[in-house]
């Protein structure tokens, strides 16, 4: 039942929280972001009816498909990496993009939001791990893209998003996340603003310890609807 398996990662998320070392400004208010891609989507609507909001989607393409056969609702998040010419409907199906990975990607963003007459929540993406086959900024452009943010009138910054690397022995995540972490203060020093609130790290294989080390996010797929199905096409 999902049910018993939202159960199951709030209770981690919890106990998570309790080993918590040092308070963190991300707080103790974890979001899970029900990550629905390639199953059906009948399964967003499953997750809304056991009390989720947030659905995570990697494609732009699938959840476009998912919301045209679903009755409206839910808080869309865009996860997966996002091309130029996909960006005018990623700003209009969903409600924050969270892997921005260039600040190319930002002027695009910022000028599709203006041309819809609206104002788009982000996130920057990080590779804190440096894996060369993932996208994200690395920490260096991170840091140098965050003066210039200011100036994307149509772009909010809500915070960071960080994939960890895969691995057998997942301790080896914590000082991803803790970068991650390290990285999230930094912008919301720079930003100065309440709505820089969004640190969006750990999935399924390590999410409490990303929750240990700050996130208030996690994106959690196979935890939640089992192994994903590949045949499926959107
Ligand atoms: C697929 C995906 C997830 C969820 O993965 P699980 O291991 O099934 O929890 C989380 N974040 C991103 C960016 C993804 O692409």
Redesign the pocket.
Known sequence: MLEDQIKTVRAKIREALDHRKEAKITGTDVTILA?T?NHPASIVTETLQAGLVHI?E?RVQEAMHKQEVLPPGGIWHL??HLQKNKVKHAVAHFAII??VDSAELLAHIDKAAADQGKVMDVLLQINEAREPQKSGFSPEDFRAVVPTLGTYSHVRVRGV?V?AQATDNVEETRPVFAAGYRDFVFLKDALGTDTCDILSMG???D?WIAVEEGANEV?????LFGA?DYSLKF
């Open positions: 990550v891609k995570g990697n996860i997966g969270e892997s998003m994939i999935m399924t294989h999410y994106r959690v797929g196979s935890a994903r």
